[in-house]
T-cell receptor
Framework: RKEVEQDPGPFNVPEGATVAFNCTYS??????FFWYRQDCRKEPKLLMS???SGNEDGRFTAQLNRASQYISLLIRDSKLSDSATYLC????????????FGTGTRLTIIP | DTAVSQTPKYLVTQMGNDKSIKCEQN?????MYWYKQDSKKFLKIMFS???????INETVPNRFSPKSPDKAHLNLHINSLELGDSAVYFC????????????FGSGTRLTVV
């Protein structure tokens, strides 16, 4: 079983729609959780951290359920510029921060 | 100013050659990393150094040898390149103990022919 599992997609979504991504992780000792965004032929960039209380950043909302080992990302009012691959990332180390990436979910926003 | 810079951006080389990729960060971070992203886009850690000391070695073939001359630099040397080494290699850095502070370089696309 992969340490971090995501639906690879692709998700093709009309502009303005709401889209949700899910992710599960296998190691219950994982310490911190993130969503990264990676554009084609670019480096991954931190989109947002994910907390048990849930957190929101503009149109983006992330949730963490430690009991179910489940992470989600919701994008509201999607824009063309949201087209990218979204990577679910967990970190189980404290100190040397070894990030474990999911395979990513590819999102295309259709005009 | 680029925070984490890697060179070269592209590298095409023949099987059996030896090549190096260089990485430098100007963020003052203590920890640097090498990640590999394969043809299926799966991103996986290879090495981690903290203040020039090797911390993580993820069962990478010993043809791959990282070197950190100081905490701002982490280079990757690859001996006897194989077709399967073709991938994008990302350098990254972070403050010690702060995963939120991770910053990736723009990647080196290595093609072995």
């Amino acid at each position: 079983r992969k340490e971090v599992e995501q639906d690879p997609g692709p998700f093709n979504v009309p502009e303005g729609a709401t889209v949700a991504f899910n992710c599960t992780y296998s190691n219950s000792a994982s310490q911190s959780f993130f969503w990264y965004r990676q554009d084609c032929r670019k480096e991954p960039k931190l989109l947002m951290s994910v907390y048990s209380s849930g957190n929101e950043d503009g149109r983006f909302t992330a949730q963490l359920n430690r009991a179910s080992q489940y992470i989600s990302l919701l994008i509201r009012d999607s824009k063309l510029s949201d087209s990218a691959t979204y990577l679910c990332v967990v970190n189980k180390n404290f100190g040397n921060e070894k990030l474990t990436f999911g395979t990513g979910t590819r999102l295309t926003i259709i005009p | 100013d680029t925070a984490v810079s890697q060179t070269p951006k592209y590298l095409v080389t023949q099987m059996g050659n030896d090549k190096s990729i260089k990485c430098e960060q100007n963020l003052g971070h203590d920890t640097m990393y090498w990640y590999k992203q394969d043809s299926k886009k799966f991103l996986k850690i290879m090495f981690s150094y903290n203040n020039k000391e090797l911390i993580i070695n993820e069962t990478v073939p010993n043809r791959f040898s990282p070197k950190s001359p100081d905490k701002a630099h982490l280079n990757l040397h690859i001996n006897s390149l194989e077709l399967g080494d073709s991938a994008v290699y990302f350098c990254a850095s972070s403050p010690w103990g702060q995963a939120e502070g991770y910053t990736f370089g723009s990647g080196t696309r290595l093609t072995v022919v």
